[in-house]
């Protein structure tokens, strides 16, 4: 499953997109250094979606289950930020495709055609 930005996406949305997939992409183990920079793209693109996620879900009803269920996906995400890539390679790639799932799951709620227009205002680059 691959993320696909519209065409008319800017530059910033279209690489997060390139990145996740990078990180989520099967294969060979990647090395240490490939990692670490996957997480330090994934962290920067984590950052920048943080605050329309959380725009986002205060257009959301409180009593909804879909606003608990996100509220609880955004209060995980700091604690993923947190943490480190571990102790060894393994640990390294299951947290980088945690921060790419992040990513990816955060795109899919400001990508979705009901959300309000701050998340259109996020895919064109404001």
Known sequence: MTTTPPATAPAQLRRACAVIDEALADG???????LLGLAAELRAH??????????H?????????LW????TTLDDIPRLLEAGLG?????ATRHVRDLA???RKLLGWLGDASEPADAAALRAGG
Do not use: F, H, V
């Open 28 to 34: 060979p183990p990647r090395r240490i250094e490939d």
């Open 46 to 55: 984590l950052d920048m979606l943080l605050p329309a996620a959380e725009q």
């Open 57 to 65: 879900l205060n257009t959301l009803w409180r009593g909804d289950p």
């Open 68 to 71: 608990y269920s996100r509220r």
């Open 87 to 91: 102790d060894g390679l393994k640990s």
């Open 101 to 103: 799932c992040a990513c």
